[in-house]
């Protein structure tokens, strides 16, 4: 019979075999979707409480968090797991922006590794990760939505179209000659202009980044790290990070860009329409506080 672990950060499913004890329902629904007769049968089985098995469950979670859970990982703490016969896993890990372990300030090792050493900048990739992890559990405090930022990054910089030669040289040389590489149209997310390592981790013709924050859950790891990194180099400058998307879009990521930078505060887009020469003569942006005497400093401040 197995042992209910210390601590109410752990997650169900990683320490209790519900066929074990007689249970219809798969340990990892049993953490999603916890019924009360089931934790109650546990409890009994484990000498616990019902209460403390619920505390180990998603059970309360607000739902944006639920939404960006991903229940079938299986990233580790080399720290955590050390000495044990089955690596724990902690409730916490399944989050999409979840990185390092709170215990050992680590990072979680897993199957899907590829990429990720190449994105570096630990720093914004913690702070990035804190922010998100924030905003999913709504105790979001920064002046920008970060739903919005995240829908920033995952939008075209570009009209799709085949990989350019530079692009190309990010693939081994064999694929870079296969004319299905050649030929077949490339999302260009504003991701790759906001961290432009990302196109190094992941080349350009392999990105399957998708285009809505549902479908996060489910993206690789080095595309939801790249994401981290991005959400907080846009909310430590997103004035100039905006102009720099901006400069680098042809015209149909400019009009995405600036139609969804409307929600922002309204210093910051007539910042943006000061400083980006593709706003100067059009768009709202450039015109929505011509009133306005902002500083440059002060806009950064906002983040």
Known sequence: MPICPRGSASSTSGWIDGSTIGC??????????????????????????AERLFAMTFRG???????????????????CSRGTQRPQRLRGWSFAFAFWCDRHREPLFGGEMSGVSALGDEASGRRGA?????????????????????????????????PAPWELAYLPLPRQRDPSVLSRPCRRPVLS???????????????????????????????????????????????????????ASDEFGQKKVMALIEGWPAAIRYA????????????????????????????????
């Not at 629904?29 to 484990?46: G, N, W």
């Not at 980044?209 to 981290?228: G, K, V």
């Open 130 to 162: 804190e922010i998100l992890l924030q905003w999913a559990m709504e105790r979001e405090i920064a002046a920008i939505p970060v739903g919005s930022v995240l829908s920033l990054l995952l939008l075209p910089s570009r009209k799709s179209s085949p």
């Open 272 to 303: 943006v329409g000061r400083a980006a020469p593709c706003t100067r003569h059009r768009g709202e942006a450039g015109r929505a506080v011509t009133g306005a005497r902002i500083s440059h400093q002060r806009v950064q401040a906002l983040s």
């Open 24 to 49: 219809v329902r798969p340990a990892l629904q049993l953490e999603f979707e916890p019924v009360q007769a089931d934790m109650e049968r546990i409890a009994v089985a484990t000498n616990s409480s």
């Open 61 to 79: 979670a607000p739902p944006r968090y639920r939404s960006l859970l991903r229940p079938s990982s299986r990233e580790i703490c080399p720290a």
């Open 193 to 247: 202009v906001v961290v432009p390592e990302f196109r190094a981790a992941v080349p350009t013709s392999d990105q399957r980044l998708s285009s809505t924050i549902a479908d996060l859950p489910s993206a690789p790891r080095a595309e939801r790290y790249a994401l981290a990194i991005g959400v907080a180099r846009v909310l430590k400058n997103p004035v100039d990070t905006i102009v720099r998307v901006l400069e």
